[in-house]
């Protein structure tokens, strides 16, 4: 079997393939934050979780240009820890990118809900899955074309959303009751902030996908460092623009439980009848369709990256004949995306919607990576000084060192907040690990691989 991958992908198409994995963070899901911390709690947390993301990616980058591989955070803790640290960040990724795409599903089927209310969202969210399954086994290359289109529409569409709402735009609508218990420094406020922050960390969620296209792209040393910086920038950007307007559009309470955020605070503006509002909605599935469709890529690279190394069933490393796309590892994480969909009677706990609990599940996935990810920074500085490394993590080691640390923070929080989901995540992580203590000989038959195995030089 020819298990390698066709590089296709410019710096340009990396790029978008960065902020298109995580630009419908800027369209739904952060706006729950607000249920928790208010408009003002809410963006103090945003903000740490801003700089977390920020030394987070400057020091990731010098493992993505290291190792490109497109097991991305597999890849690093596997040669920084050997098969159980691969096992850890391998199964960690793959619950974030797999239980990201349901609920940027159930997004879309909310959006296209507010144009057509027959729409049940679930079915329009399945029929999603199934398109953009589609295009991602056609080709990547077509597939990175279109993520960077719709990424550019979704970007500029935030911006006319900013720009429509400006007029209307009232900052007293965005600090009135802008702390959690209305208190600034209280035990209410605290808590809100830290509760808050699954939703802070949806806002950039996934930007480290962009490491497994790492072995489809033309120069990764390159081309992959211009993408992650110029990437956590836009985001950054974005994140702060669109919290502030739609807060201060009116009343924030009413869309901080809600999967349409963007749309409801301009009907606030401009009103249900407004050609502006049909626009936001047309467009802004955009916004959810590039983030929907490259976490697609992403979780099927990562699917055939453990499948390559025994991690996973061999079958799930085939990749198409003729398309050169891992195409088995494409529909096995869709099946269990739609599956997540349907999981009301298991996930919908504690009070919060559906999509907030798979959110808040992928963000568990993704802080646990983060951690593994940056502890095999340190690692391999130790213990493989002469890698080679095109892009070194400035600031060493206070840099990645505040990432690990802020990460540790938000997965404290996380597990103090969200009790019931820690333990279903626990629970996954469980089952993953007696499949690998069960799969040593599948391991040890899988194929060499330098990039995991043995120094480079």
Same mark, same amino acid.
């Given at each position: %079997?020819?298990?390698?991958?066709?590089?296709?992908?410019?710096?340009?198409?990396?790029? /978008?393939? *960065?902020?298109?994995?995580?630009?419908?963070? #800027?369209?739904?899901?952060?706006? &729950?934050?607000?249920?928790?911390?208010?408009?003002?709690?809410?963006?103090?947390t945003a903000l740490?979780?801003?700089?977390?993301?920020?030394?987070?990616?400057?020091? &990731?980058? #010098?493992?993505?240009?290291?190792?490109?591989?497109?097991?991305?955070?597999?890849?690093?803790?596997?040669?920084?820890?050997?098969?159980?640290?691969?096992?850890?960040?391998?199964? +960690?990724?793959?619950?974030?990118?797999?239980?990201?795409?349901?609920?940027?599903?159930? *997004?879309?089927?909310?959006?296209?809900?507010?144009?057509?209310?027959?729409?049940?969202?679930?079915?329009?969210?399945?029929?999603?899955?199934?398109?953009? %399954?589609?295009?991602?086994?056609?080709?990547?290359?077509?597939?990175? +074309?279109? !993520?960077?289109?719709?990424?550019?529409?979704?970007?500029?569409?935030?911006?006319?959303?900013?720009?429509?709402?400006?007029? $209307?735009?009232?900052?007293?609508?965005?600090?009135?009751?802008?702390?959690?218990?209305? =208190?600034?420094?209280?035990?209410?406020?605290?808590?809100? %902030?830290?509760a808050a922050i699954?939703?802070?960390?949806?806002?950039?969620?996934?930007? !480290?996908?962009?490491?497994?296209?790492?072995? !489809?792209?033309?120069?990764?040393?390159?081309?992959?460092?211009?993408? &992650?910086?110029?990437?956590?920038?836009?985001?950054?950007?974005?994140?702060?623009?669109?919290? @502030?307007?739609? $807060?201060?559009?009116? =009343?924030?309470?009413?869309?901080?439980?809600?999967? =349409?955020?963007?749309?409801?605070?301009?009907? %606030?503006?401009?009103?249900?009848?407004? $050609?502006?509002?049909?626009?936001?909605?047309?467009?802004?599935?955009?916004?959810?369709?590039?983030?929907?469709?490259?976490?697609?890529?992403?979780?099927?690279?990562?699917?055939?990256?453990?499948?390559?190394?025994?991690?996973?069933?061999?079958?799930?490393?085939?990749?198409?004949?003729?398309?050169?796309?891992?195409?088995? *590892?494409?529909?096995?994480?869709?099946?269990?995306?739609?599956?997540?969909?349907?999981?009301?009677?298991?996930?919908?706990?504690? /009070?919060?919607?559906?999509?907030?609990?798979?959110?808040?599940?992928?963000?568990f996935g993704a802080?646990?990576?983060?951690?593994?990810?940056?502890?095999?920074?340190?690692?391999?500085?130790?213990?493989?000084? $002469?890698?080679?490394?095109?892009?070194?993590?400035?600031?060493?080691?206070?840099?990645?060192?505040?990432?690990?640390?802020?990460?540790?923070?938000?997965?404290?929080?996380?597990?103090?907040?969200?009790?019931?989901?820690?333990?279903?995540?626990?629970?996954?992580? +469980? @089952?993953?690990?007696?499949?690998?203590?069960?799969?040593?000989?599948?391991?040890?038959?899988?194929?060499? =691989?330098?990039?995991?195995?043995?120094?480079?030089?």
């Amino acid at each position: %079997m020819d298990n390698g991958l066709k590089r296709t992908l410019g710096a340009w198409q990396l790029w /978008g393939i *960065a902020v298109g994995l995580v630009i419908s963070g #800027e369209y739904f899901g952060w706006s &729950y934050g607000w249920a928790q911390a208010g408009t003002l709690g809410f963006m103090v947390t945003a903000l740490f979780v801003a700089a977390m993301y920020a030394a987070f990616i400057f020091s &990731y980058t #010098e493992l993505t240009c290291a190792i490109p591989h497109a097991g991305g955070p597999f890849a690093y803790a596997r040669r920084a820890f050997g098969p159980a640290g691969g096992f850890l960040a391998g199964i +960690a990724t793959l619950i974030e990118f797999v239980f990201a795409p349901p609920a940027i599903a159930l *997004a879309i089927g909310a959006y296209l809900n507010v144009q057509f209310p027959g729409i049940d969202p679930k079915v329009a969210a399945v029929g999603a899955y199934l398109v953009f %399954m589609a295009l991602n086994i056609v080709g990547v290359g077509i597939a990175a +074309a279109f !993520e960077l289109f719709v990424t550019v529409v979704a970007i500029g569409e935030l911006l006319v959303f900013m720009g429509v709402v400006a007029p $209307g735009f009232s900052l007293a609508n965005f600090v009135r009751g802008g702390w959690s218990g209305q =208190d600034e420094f209280g035990l209410a406020a605290w808590s809100g %902030m830290f509760a808050a922050i699954p939703f802070a960390i949806w806002f950039f969620l996934a930007i !480290e996908g962009a490491a497994m296209a790492a072995e !489809e792209a033309h120069e990764p040393r390159r081309t992959i460092p211009r993408a &992650y910086i110029g990437g956590i920038l836009t985001l950054l950007v974005l994140a702060v623009g669109v919290m @502030v307007f739609a $807060g201060g559009a009116g =009343d924030w309470r009413a869309l901080s439980n809600i999967n =349409d955020p963007l749309p409801q605070a301009m009907k %606030m503006i401009v009103g249900a009848e407004s $050609g502006w509002l049909h626009m936001l909605v047309w467009i802004g599935l955009f916004g959810l369709v590039a983030s929907f469709h490259g976490i697609i890529l992403g979780y099927s690279r990562q699917i055939f990256a453990l499948g390559r190394a025994g991690y996973l069933p061999r079958a799930l490393a085939a990749v198409h004949p003729r398309f050169r796309t891992p195409h088995r *590892a494409i529909l096995a994480g869709g099946a269990v995306g739609i599956a997540a969909i349907f999981s009301d009677s298991v996930l919908t706990i504690g /009070g919060q919607p559906l999509t907030a609990n798979i959110v808040t599940l992928s963000v568990f996935g993704a802080i646990v990576m983060y951690i593994v990810s940056m502890a095999s920074l340190f690692k391999l500085r130790l213990s493989e000084p $002469g890698l080679e490394r095109s892009f070194r993590a400035p600031g060493y080691p206070w840099l990645p060192g505040f990432a690990l640390f802020a990460a540790c923070i938000c997965l404290a929080a996380l597990i103090y907040y969200n009790l019931m989901l820690s333990l279903i995540f626990a629970g996954f992580l +469980a @089952v993953a690990f007696g499949y690998f203590l069960l799969t040593g000989a599948q391991r040890a038959e899988a194929p060499a =691989d330098a990039l995991l195995d043995g120094p480079m030089t």
